[in-house]
């Protein structure tokens, strides 16, 4: 494969090897014969769906979701054989593609149903199906039975559509209080009864379901996103994990200008950092338009095995660090991650943020290329 070359030391380091084990992990912890649908949504929550995506499928996921028709169609264009599931609503112009492409689509109205069998004549490509029934999430699904009964006889009765699953997504999995969630697994386990005929795979549980709850609600299938990653989904999940999570994802630069500053010379825009010393500064090539926002000023980065904080206002393309001494240019900063014993993780950001770790990564922008260990 042709590597495509970058001159700016900025880059998101994605340890593969993490993720596959992590998979791995979640492969022994489940029922035999439950089934691994790796959540590769967002470009894979910001690490790159098309190699995570191999990951995942090498370590033992058999399946792949994503959010949108054009995420799917991604994926499809590099992998011809697994299963895609789009877990998000689809227009009814997707669904010819879809049926094209192998991609199976998620519906919860027997409206759709019916306008996308217009859609798609060709007979010899299937449209594959999930019904999705809202148990309290509140976001998409069939909510009554009603609904529920008339989707699955519209299904039955368009020409070339097959019903393949059934699921539901839990809104308060990750949290201790269980009562919310029963009567969401209750109220799906119901609406899975009413089915005159069971469909292929009936799923459920995301990551913080599926390693914490209880092990019927793994049906056919989990739906494992934040914790291939190596990321926990709160840290409620976090004090019960049956195994230990690797992280993934790394955000590193280098120092591209080191200078000394006299005592009450000054730092950025707003000349807001005033050196109360002489000190050292240096400049790393990263800003806000990567994702290392407004927000994150203050923040630390490791150089040399040490925490150093970033000064000033952060720039669009750069910021700047109070460092102990002098530094070479090109030595390594890590802004997330690993170094010797130190080590910023995506959890202080998302503190540091007032956010869920989940959208850590994910903000970090398609400038950073991705690199692959
Ligand atoms: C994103 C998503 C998941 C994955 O959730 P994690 O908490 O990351 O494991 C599962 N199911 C649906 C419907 C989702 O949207």
């Known amino acids: ?13 994605i340890d593969l090897q993490a993720i596959k084990q992590n998979v791995i992990n979640l492969k022994k912890h489940l029922q035999p014969n439950v089934q691994i649908i790796a959540v590769v949504k967002a470009n894979a929550y910001g690490h790159g769906d098309l190699a ?4 995942a499928l090498k ?18 264009a590099h992998f011809s054989e697994p299963d ?9 112009s997707f669904a010819p593609y879809a049926a094209q492409q192998r991609i199976t689509l998620t519906v919860f109205s027997s409206e759709w149903v ?19 029934v809202d148990s309290g999430m509140g976001r998409l699904g069939v909510r009554t039975e009603e609904e529920l009964l008339n989707l699955y006889h519209g299904i039955h009765a368009a020409k070339n559509f097959q019903l393949d699953g059934i699921f539901t997504h839990f809104a308060t999995a990750d949290d201790e209080d269980n009562e919310y969630f029963e009567s969401q697994a209750q109220f799906f386990e119901r609406f899975v009864s009413l089915l005159p005929e069971k469909p292929r795979l009936v799923h459920a549980s995301n990551t913080a379901s599926s390693l914490i709850k209880d092990e019927r609600l793994q049906f056919d299938a989990v739906r494992y996103g934040i914790s291939m990653y190596g990321l926990s989904p709160s840290p409620y999940v976090k004090g019960l ?3 230990a999570l690797s992280p993934a994802f790394s955000l590193e630069s280098e120092l591209v200008h080191v200078k000394q500053l006299k005592a009450g010379e000054s730092v950025g825009y707003g000349a807001t950092f005033v050196a109360p010393t002489d000190m050292w500064v240096g400049t790393i090539p990263i800003g806000y338009a990567d994702g290392v926002i407004r927000k994150l000023g203050g923040q630390e980065v490791l150089i040399d095995g040490q925490r150093m904080p970033l000064i000033g206002r952060i720039c669009m393309d750069q910021c700047m660090v109070a460092l102990p001494k002098t ?3 090109g030595e390594r900063v890590t802004l997330l991650g690993r170094q010797e014993q130190a080590e910023i993780s995506v959890d202080e950001w998302a ?19 991705r690199i692959y260990i």
């Open 1 to 13: 494969m042709k590597i495509k070359q970058y001159f700016r030391p900025t880059k998101a380091i």
């Open 52 to 55: 995570v995506a191999d990951a």
């Open 59 to 76: 370590a033992g996921a058999t399946m792949l979701a994503v959010a949108t028709p054009d995420e799917a169609l991604h994926i499809r």
């Open 84 to 92: 895609i599931l789009v877990l998000g609503s689809s227009p009814v």
């Open 114 to 132: 019916n306008e996308a069998d217009e859609y798609v004549t060709n007979e010899e490509n299937f449209l594959r199906l999930h019904i999705k």
């Open 241 to 243: 994990l049956p195994f």
């Open 327 to 329: 530094y070479a240019i």
């Open 351 to 369: 503190n540091k943020l007032q956010t869920i770790n989940y959208e850590v990564p994910c903000i970090i922008t398609a400038r950073v290329p």
